[in-house]
């Protein structure tokens, strides 16, 4: 709301306003005067309308400034303007950061001296403000420092290092699917999720040590005298708030957090190759499975160079029409009489020199160039294909493929995945489309949207990975899904943790109250299935017990023709 104020008739500000009517109109800087005593300031137009200012003459200018002043230049604002009011000094010169209208903090530059009036009394405090354009040090969106000072902050401290022999380490962080946050809401919304994190991680850093924020979503800090221990306890702490799901303007994102850390001088002499080295320990975490710190080393570096030829070769296998690439396949029995029920689809791939490779080395890989749209496909019309020829001798059989949350964009799958059940004639209920916890990034809305296509088609879907992700009980509640598989991680510790085991109890409980079945991922042991069968109750199992993953012929061979062999391991 504008405000209109007069000035009163005793105020030098009556006096002056000739004057500063013609300055403000010729004058590149901003300008302001102050009156004191009558704690009313007059502004030049141009500073109203950048700082969306409620009018040109201001009751208790002090007050409102401070509150667009960056919480980090506060404290020297106010020591600064306080000196002048108690008359400690007749001029101030002062470099802070300035939250504008379009919200972007700005570096300004404001100097102001007290003039006094004809009688020696100090009557009015004026001066201006000006941007610091080229030497600005702060990043606009999170008002933090940006990049530019993080370089020069980085050579002074190799310089210390060179004149005290006193190291450190240099950690970039970078948000994890940042990208997911901004296509799902809108930039603006995205710089608001930045400018939050930013603030998260300040408040956890030890004191002393800046946080910098670089290009896109990625922050850094240099933190003098570190080991790896106070890098993994920071990353730790941080990991505390960012691993549980957030809500901004009534808006929920998952924002989890990658790291990469180098040390200097051990791994680079110069700017240049430890933000280089920090940035390839980076990108090695979050092709790893993000939400994780990486320390650079010369075996990541080698590992970096292998994952970008990688990429080419993935490239090129997909040309070639995904010939080196080969499913494998994994049972799921009933959980109570352990026949067969399905089988997992999982993904392998062949390099140029022949040699297997896991999914975890390559998914990411596949995810990140967006391959996995062509592969994905490739992987479905396989597996349909097989569990078509297996229901000759398995009527039943059901299929479960992985697909990723890439795959679920892409406008083109539903229908893809609707005509390769009709050329193959299979019916829908044989095939389970299985989507990681963790996939399932923020957009649970459309994640259902794309779960209700399927669903209505007879598709079932289920919940991958269950209780690796962040907020499980939230998915359970605000998804549809048919089937829930539990992840190894908890079936690992039942046998020595109760909690565990109670956990799977009540989550199969939970899930058979809402009609959703349950299978269990990773039973190895047979004490681990005989407690599960006992007091969990689920519906099926998949484990290396029964049988680990297998090329078809082996699968057949195995399972199929000699269904026996699910059954005589355990008893
Ligand atoms: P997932 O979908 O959770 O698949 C189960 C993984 O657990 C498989 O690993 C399987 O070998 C492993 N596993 C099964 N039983 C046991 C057990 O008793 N003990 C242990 N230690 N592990 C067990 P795999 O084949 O390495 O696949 C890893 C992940 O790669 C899959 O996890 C899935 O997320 C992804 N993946 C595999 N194939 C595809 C695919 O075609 N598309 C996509 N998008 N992702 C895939
Ligand atoms: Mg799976
Ligand atoms: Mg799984």
């Known amino acids: 709301m504008k405000q209109h104020i007069k000035i009163p008739p005793e105020s030098m500000l009556g006096k002056g306003k000739f004057l500063f009517d013609i300055l403000k109109e010729t004058c590149e800087e901003y300008l302001f005067a102050y009156d004191a005593k009558a704690n009313i300031t007059m502004l030049s137009p141009k500073l109203v309308q950048e700082f969306d200012l409620p009018g040109d003459i201001l009751p208790d200018i002090i007050k409102s400034w401070s509150q667009l002043i960056h919480p980090d230049d506060v404290a020297n604002y106010v020591t600064s303007t306080r000196e002048i009011l108690e008359h400690k000094t007749d001029e101030y010169k002062l470099e802070y950061r300035i939250k504008n209208r379009q919200h972007e903090y700005v570096w300004m530059h404001c100097h102001g001296k007290v003039i006094c009036d004809s009688s ?9 403000l000006s941007r610091l354009v080229r030497r600005s040090r702060a990043d606009i969106v999170t008002g933090l420092l940006n990049k530019y000072q993080f370089e020069i902050d980085v050579k002074a401290a190799l310089d210390n290092f060179r004149s005290t022999g006193e190291g450190g380490s240099l950690v970039i962080f970078g948000v994890d699917n940042f990208k997911i946050i901004n296509e799902t809401y809108n930039r603006f919304f995205g710089d608001l999720v930045l400018n939050r994190i930013g603030r998260k ?45 957030h809500e901004l303007d009534k808006r929920k994102y998952l924002c989890t957090i990658s790291a990469g850390t180098v040390f200097f001088p051990k791994d680079g002499k110069n700017y240049l190759s430890l933000h280089k080295h920090a940035e390839v ?53 009933d959980a109570v009489d352990r026949t067969l029920k399905g089988a997992e689809a999982l993904l392998r791939w062949h ?69 390769c059940m009709a050329r193959y004639n299979i019916a829908a209920k044989s095939i389970t489309l299985e989507l990681t916890e963790s996939c399932i990034v923020s957009d649970w809305e459309f994640v259902n949207r794309e779960f209700d296509f399927f669903r209505k088609q ?11 992700g962040y907020s499980s009980l939230s998915y359970l509640k605000n998804l549809s899904t048919d089937i829930v598989k539990i992840d190894r991680e908890f079936v690992k510790k039942i046998l020595q943790n109760d909690f565990d085991k109670m956990l799977i109890e009540y989550t199969v409980k939970l899930c058979h109250s809402v009609g959703m079945t349950v299978c269990i991922e990773g039973v190895e042991e047979k004490e681990e299935y005989q407690l599960l069968l006992d007091q969990c109750k689920a519906d099926t199992i998949q484990g290396y017990l029964f049988g680990r993953p297998a090329p078809k012929a082996d699968f057949v061979r195995k399972f199929i023709i000699d269904q026996e062999n699910l059954k005589v391991k355990v008893i």
């Open 120 to 128: 020696g009394e100090r009557a009015l405090f004026v001066g201006t």
């Open 458 to 468: 007879g598709v079932n879907i289920a919940m991958d990975d269950f209780g690796t």
């Open 281 to 333: 320990a980076l990108e090695l975490a979050k092709q790893s499975g993000k939400n994780k710190l990486c320390f650079f080393s010369k075996e990541t570096y080698n590992r970096w160079v292998k994952s970008i030829s990688l990429r080419d070769e993935l490239k090129v296998s997909v040309e070639n029409g995904c010939k080196e690439f080969e499913l494998f396949f994994q049972p799921q029995v």
């Open 201 to 245: 991680i300040e408040n956890i850093l030890p004191a002393g040590v800046k946080l910098y924020k670089l290009d896109g979503d990625e922050f850094a800090i240099i933190y003098s005298k570190a080991i790896n221990v106070d890098v993994v306890d920071l990353f730790q702490s941080l990991q505390r708030y960012t691993n549980s799901q």
């Open 351 to 419: 390099n140029s020199r022949g040699k297997m490779v896991a999914p975890m080395n390559f998914i990411p890989l596949l995810e990140e160039t967006k391959l996995i749209i062509p592969v994905g496909k490739w992987v479905f019309e396989e597996a349909v294909k097989v569990c078509k020829e297996w229901q000759e001798l398995v009527p039943d059989i059901t299929m479960s493929i992985n697909v990723s949350y890439e795959q679920l964009k892409d406008v083109t799958f539903k229908e893809f995945v609707q005509d």
